[in-house]
């Protein structure tokens, strides 16, 4: 095949475009995946901070007081 004619010359930069192409759904699909999988980690690294949180303030909270009962000091 010479790479003088205009059919070689298009043979090949199609050969060169489907090959970029694929690799370019190749890296794609791998970073895509390598993106949930940093999504997920950051979402369950949130929500153990916020689950460890909510029971520092719980813990907190009923030692000192008790919003969600009434007073019985004063007398009616």
Do not use: E
């Amino acid at each position: 095949m010479k790479f003088d004619s205009i059919k070689s010359r298009l043979v090949l930069m199609t050969l060169i475009c489907v090959i970029g192409m694929g690799v370019l759904v190749v890296s794609q699909h791998y970073f895509t995946q390598q993106l949930i999988s940093l999504n997920q980690q950051r979402d369950d690294v949130v929500n153990q901070n916020h689950t460890t949180q909510l029971g520092r303030q719980f813990d907190s909270g009923s030692r000192h007081h008790f919003p969600f009962f009434p007073c019985h000091s004063h007398v009616h």
